[in-house]
């Protein structure tokens, strides 16, 4: 239980007051540290922070796809879809946009996990939610043991999660995955 805890209080979302007791103690919460780098491995000047919308809403879908377009050979797509789009985004609004701007993606909604193995295993990564479907990040590496992620509220780190937890979280978010489908760029 506390390591899902660890998974929300790493990615809480841009406007949320989250608040979380271990056991009667607010603990900080360390990232586990790797020493290699995430199969997509979205370089610093590529990855797109999350901004407050319109509406006052985090827009993290939007910003995590900005940085997916970015290391998919797509800047062109990425700077429309950022100054076209913002705040909150559900799956169908989402696959909507997709289809009115002629983005090819792909996506589950089923926490179907060979998605997840085949976004990272091409080197595409997906947007995953997390916080009960509050948020979204990017799922920038997927083994055996562990989840990489990048948090559009802070892409200064990856932040790495045992892939049970992380799948517990996801699960229980709705399991909802999407990426662009397109050339990622060549790794280091």
């Given amino acids: 239980m506390k390591q899902l805890l660890a998974v929300i209080l790493l990615v809480a979302c841009v406007g949320c007051d ?8 607010n603990k900080a919460i360390e990232p586990v540290a790797r020493k ?9 000047g590529l990855r797109q922070q999350n901004w407050l919308g319109t509406k006052g809403e985090g827009s993290c879908v939007h910003a995590t796809m900005i940085s997916l377009f970015r290391h998919q050979g797509r800047p062109n797509t990425a700077a429309k ?18 289809n009115a701007e002629g ?17 990272c295993s091409t080197r595409r990564g997906c947007g995953v939610t997390v916080m009960g479907g509050r948020h979204m990040v990017a799922l920038v590496h997927f083994d055996d043991e562990w989840a990489g992620i990048l948090d559009p ?14 799948l ?21």
């Fill in 103 to 119: 983005i090819r993606y792909a996506y589950v909604t089923n926490g179907d996990v060979a998605f997840l193995e085949w976004a």
């Fill in 153 to 166: 509220n802070d892409t200064s780190k990856i932040t790495w999660v045992e892939r049970d937890t992380f």
């Fill in 18 to 25: 989250l608040s979380v007791d271990l056991g009667g103690q």
């Fill in 81 to 98: 879809w950022g100054k076209s789009y913002g705040n909150g985004e559900s799956s169908e609004a989402l696959a909507a946009k997709f």
């Fill in 36 to 44: 290699n780098y995430p199969i997509v491995d979205i370089p610093p």
């Fill in 168 to 188: 517990a979280e996801w699960h229980n978010s709705y399991g909802w995955a999407v990426t662009p489908v397109y050339t990622p760029l060549p790794p280091k």
